[in-house]
């Protein structure tokens, strides 16, 4: 399982996909082979690696990774971290009625991308939502990118304000953003959705209201009328498997990461 917040991201996440030829009648399973780069090692030595013994994965760098919280720990970093957010927002707007929603965890992740295993887990932590927005979002995304800046985060990456991808134009991510969020100018968006990040870690914040500036579509699924919320969410490695994953990526340092083989 992986969970990629868009870096706007960085962060894009990555297609589920499979290169799969039936099996039923003998056909050998056909795949991409894995990308191989040589290198020249400290005695002038050629040196072919394959990617395919990567320990990480294209999208996170290692060094952002070992500074994360191990696996054992992720989560309880997750909850402090969503418990001095909401103690800002409550100072801010007092009387919100939170809950929780969305079983949190971390999940292994099926390869590295180029055919490989992966020592990366997935952290996605219990979202803490609640069913009503302050008015003023602008302020109320001052309180929270405030907060987010004492835990270490980078302040909120929106989607509505992304660049266009390589398959767009210009035209073409305008309308992807009025159909996704209402309008072009955010003040008459009906909902905003953005990810700060800290190295692998990152936090995803969603505000919601139907009735908030062009209003939601008719075919809009929103969960309910007003939403806020807050997910923490990271990539992150098993203190049993951090040596061998120092060991693993150290012979790939510096080299450009090739376009992954397999999703």
Not at 109 to 130: F, I
Not at 153 to 182: N, Q, S
């Amino acid at each position: 399982m992986r969970t990629i917040p868009a870096r706007l991201p960085r962060r894009s996440s990555a297609a589920l996909a499979a290169l799969l030829v039936a099996a039923t009648t003998g056909c050998a399973l056909l795949s991409t082979p894995s990308p191989t780069t040589t290198v020249t090692d400290a005695s002038g030595r050629e040196v072919t690696l394959s990617w395919a013994d990567y320990p990480g994965d294209p999208y996170v760098e290692p060094a952002e990774v070992l500074a994360a919280p191990r696996a054992e720990h992720a989560e309880a970093v997750a909850e402090a971290q969503l418990t001095e957010l909401r103690a800002a927002i409550d100072a801010h707007a007092p009387g919100l009625a939170w809950e929780r929603a969305l079983e949190g965890g971390v999940y292994p992740h099926d390869g590295n991308g180029y055919g490989g295993p992966t020592a990366h887990r997935t952290l996605n932590a219990t979202e803490l939502h609640a069913a009503d927005v302050p008015e003023d979002w602008p302020a109320l995304v001052t309180v929270i990118e405030a907060e987010l800046a004492e835990l270490g985060y980078g302040p909120i990456e929106w989607e509505f304000e992304r660049e266009p991808f390589e398959h767009e134009t210009p035209a073409e991510r305008d309308a992807a953003v009025v159909e996704g969020f209402g309008a072009l100018e955010p003040e008459r968006m009906w909902q905003w959705l953005g990810t700060a990040h800290d190295g692998a870690m990152w936090v995803t914040v969603m505000l919601v209201d139907v009735d908030r500036g062009v209003g939601a579509p008719p075919d809009a699924e929103p969960g309910s009328p007003e939403r806020l919320g807050l997910m923490v969410g990271g990539t992150v490695i098993a203190a049993a498997d951090e040596q061998a994953y120092r060991d693993g990526v150290a012979p790939f340092e510096g080299l450009e990461h090739p376009e992954p083989t397999e999703s």
